[in-house]
């Protein structure tokens, strides 16, 4: 299977979706090895502080980064392909709603 999208500059998101926000219950917080609830401090370990930030953000639109921004913007307009070798994944990816995308900073 494959999809294949043109996105046009000016269409480059700015802002992500918070599916989190939207929910009536938060996930529950991680787990470390003890069973115990981890904080963003052991996050870090493995996380940057702006990905942290974001995973335990309440807000339901993030801003993409600039730097993000600046990447899309080198393939826009471009024809970009993909692939999912797995018929059952694409099957499912297929079912799942569309949130949407800001192209504008969320009023």
């Known amino acids: 299977m494959e999809t294949k999208i043109m996105l046009p500059e000016a ?3 700015t802002h992500r979706y918070n599916v989190v926000a939207g929910m009536p219950h938060p996930p529950a917080t991680p787990l470390g090895t003890d ?3 981890i904080g963003p401090d052991a996050l870090a370990a ?3 502080e702006a990905l ?3 995973e335990v953000s309440s807000e339901r639109w993030i801003p993409y980064p600039g730097s993000v921004r600046d990447v899309y913007r ?3 307009g471009e024809l970009v392909d993909y692939e999912y ?3 059952a994944i694409a099957a499912s990816l297929e079912r799942l709603p569309v949130v ?3 192209t504008t900073s969320p009023a």
Request: proline fraction near 14%; hydrophobic fraction near 40%.
């Open 11 to 13: 269409e480059i998101p």
């Open 35 to 37: 069973g115990n609830p």
């Open 46 to 48: 493995i996380f940057t």
């Open 52 to 54: 942290i930030g974001q």
């Open 74 to 76: 080198l393939f826009a």
């Open 85 to 87: 070798p797995d018929e």
């Open 100 to 102: 949407g995308w800001s």
